[in-house]
Structures are given as structure tokens and as C-alpha cells.
């Protein structure tokens, strides 16, 4: 089944400090998300994206955030000056025409900010 | 998107049919049922969706109600490896693909 990769798995932080949290999409999927799980709560999404710009944002989604598809692999989010409150796991998913309606998520980077 | 009630929390034996309802009274007429489970803090996996017909796959079967306001995520021979979170989840099947709004699922525990 093919899969989509984030890198790091977890990462500790100082806060102030920007993060860049990394994601490889299914190959030929062109649709790409961001959620966020913050511990013991439930997923919520952050962004979507597609044809080089964002489509959707929520409002979690503010200006310390930002995401960028710098090449033809990889997607990323990043987060300008991280704050305890941006503790949580980042879920990136991709969806594609040839894979139906099936979004399929990646396995997520543990962000811990201290 | 329409929102969508489950209980917090079921039990199933294993080797047993494991029955999870979802209610979605407001779902309008593009709007999908998907099913999805996060085990213990993985990412979300993908089980089943359908729109208005029963559907079945290697995974689970979903039935839906003819009018469409309630369904059924059956896994046949629950195991062990089923304990797992369960998110219902309405989606329209226009332009924003992938923007799932995930509530609180239920809590499947599978036991011996």
C-alpha cells in the first residue's frame, strides 16, 4: 500500500524557536494536508493544499504557520516561533485522482516545545 | 459538514462481530460517510466510505440506513489489533477533498 513519510518522528524544541516538520506525499497525489493532535484531544486540520497554494486554512492556521512544496516531493510545514501550545502531533496527508476518495495520512512528527 | 454522534465508548470480544454506530441526521445528499481509526496516537487509517449504498471491503462492511441518517461499521471477526479509536465522519464530495472534521470516535476495546 503506498504510504506518506514525515520526518522527524519527534522533535524537542525551545520555544521561539521555528520548526520545519517534513512530509513526502504519495507520488502523483496533488492534494496535501496538515492536521494537528494535540494530546488527548481530537485531530484537527490545519491546511490544505494544492496547485502551489494553500485552498482552505483553518483558524489554527495563523501567520506563524506556513506551508511550502519546495520541490517535486516534498511538503512542509513550518512554524515560525514555536509555543507551548504547539505541542502535538502533525498529521500530513495527500489524496490523489487515482486513489478514489481515500486520503491517506501519514504517520505523524511528535513536536514537543519547551 | 454535517456532524455526527457515536458512543464514547464500546466493547467487543474477540473472534466477535465488533458493531459501531454513527448518527448523522443533518447529511445532505453529496455528502459521504467515511470511516477511519487511529490506534494509540498513529495517523488516521482509512477503512471504508460509502454514500448511500452498503459497502464492503477486506477491512469492514458500513450499512447505511436508506434515509441516510445513521449507519453501521461492522468488522466481521474483531482481533486484538482492532482496539483502536473510530471516527465517523461526514464529508461533501465537492472541492475540499481531504478536509475530514474528525469528533471524539469511539473507543473499541477488543478483548481475549
Known amino acids: 500500500e503506498p504510504e506518506v513519510t514525515q520526518t522527524p518522528s519527534h522533535q524537542v524544541t525551545q520555544m521561539g524557536q521555528e520548526v520545519i516538520l517534513r512530509c513526502v506525499p504519495i507520488?502523483?497525489?496533488?492534494?496535501f494536508y496538515w492536521y494537528r493532535q494535540i494530546l488527548g484531544q481530537k485531530v484537527e486540520f490545519l491546511v490544505s493544499?494544492?496547485?502551489?497554494?494553500?485552498?482552505?486554512k483553518s483558524e489554527i492556521f495563523d501567520d506563524q504557520f506556513s506551508v511550502e512544496r519546495p520541490d517535486g516531493s516534498n511538503f512542509t510545514l513550518k512554524i515560525r516561533s514555536t509555543k507551548l501550545e504547539d505541542s502535538a502531533m502533525y498529521f500530513c496527508a495527500s489524496w490523489g485522482q487515482k486513489s478514489g476518495n481515500t486520503i491517506y495520512f501519514g504517520e505523524g512528527s511528535w513536536l514537543t516545545v519547551v | 459538514d454535517a456532524k455526527t454522534t457515536q458512543p464514547p465508548s464500546m466493547d467487543c470480544a474477540e473472534g466477535r462481530a465488533a458493531n459501531l454506530p454513527c448518527n448523522h441526521s443533518?447529511?445532505?445528499?453529496?455528502?459521504?460517510v467515511y470511516w477511519y481509526r487511529q490506534i494509540h496516537s498513529q495517523g488516521p487509517q482509512y477503512i471504508i466510505h460509502g454514500l448511500k449504498n452498503n459497502e464492503t471491503n477486506e477491512m469492514a462492511s458500513l450499512i447505511i440506513t436508506e434515509d441516510r441518517k445513521s449507519s453501521t461499521l461492522i468488522l466481521p471477526h474483531a482481533t486484538l489489533r482492532d482496539t483502536a479509536v473510530y471516527y465517523c465522519i461526514v464529508r461533501a464530495g465537492g472541492t475540499s477533498y481531504g478536509k475530514l472534521t474528525f469528533g471524539q470516535g469511539t473507543i473499541l476495546t477488543v478483548h481475549p
Open positions: 443533518t447529511i445532505s445528499g453529496n455528502e459521504y
Open positions: 493544499f494544492y496547485n502551489n497554494e494553500i485552498s482552505e
Open positions: 507520488s502523483n497525489h496533488l492534494y
